[in-house]
């Protein structure tokens, strides 16, 4: 069993996971959420400067903690998934916090992961992804979510915060709030 998926083959999943548009996200992208548009309005607030690890506060942001999950680049190639909120953990089916992975990991889905979090980190830029939860088994689940580099206080990317809104409706903005 991958750590996403729960059912059928594994190399389906990551067909999936592939499958899901990822785009690099500018002041003209229009967000399907408005959680997503809010993580986004924070982070670039910073702007030109990426915001510090140090700057990102949970109570800040409230409304968004079902819906946020953030990582911890331990190594340049090693991945934390530190912590994952309750609507994160409901649209995958499980908790990730705790997970370590890499580009390297035996897993191809969270192989895939680390690669895609590896360029946001490399791009210093938000990322959006929008697509369905087909990856974990749930092809019916709209979602959009929001990846926001955050640097260490060595001024390298340290971590990315996260938002995933699950089951928006698709071609229309409806807030989870």
């Known amino acids: 069993m991958s750590s996403f998926g729960s ?5 389906e999943n990551v067909k999936h996971f592939l499958e899901v548009e990822r785009f690099s996200v500018s002041p003209q992208t229009v967000f399907t959420s408005e959680l997503t548009e809010r ?3 924070w982070w670039s607030a910073h702007q030109p400067a990426l915001p510090k690890r140090s ?8 409304k968004l903690v079902p819906y946020l999950y953030l990582y911890r680049f331990n190594e340049p190639n090693v991945i934390e998934y530190r912590l994952n909120g309750e609507a994160v953990v409901a649209a995958i089916g499980r908790s990730q916090a705790g997970n370590v992975f890499s580009a390297a990991d035996e897993d191809p889905e969270m192989a895939a992961l680390a690669n895609y979090l590896m360029e946001v980190a490399e791009a210093r830029q938000a990322h959006c992804c929008r697509g369905t ?3 974990v088994d749930k092809k019916h689940v709209c979602f959009e979510s929001i990846d926001c580099p955050l640097l260490g206080d060595d001024g390298n990317v340290s971590h990315v915060v996260g ?13 989870a709030l």
């Open 7 to 11: 059912g059928y083959n594994q190399n």
């Open 39 to 41: 993580l986004y309005t």
């Open 55 to 62: 700057e990102f506060d949970i109570l800040d942001h409230r």
């Open 133 to 135: 939860l087909a990856f």
């Open 163 to 175: 938002l995933l809104v699950p089951e928006f409706a698709k071609g229309g903005r409806r807030s």
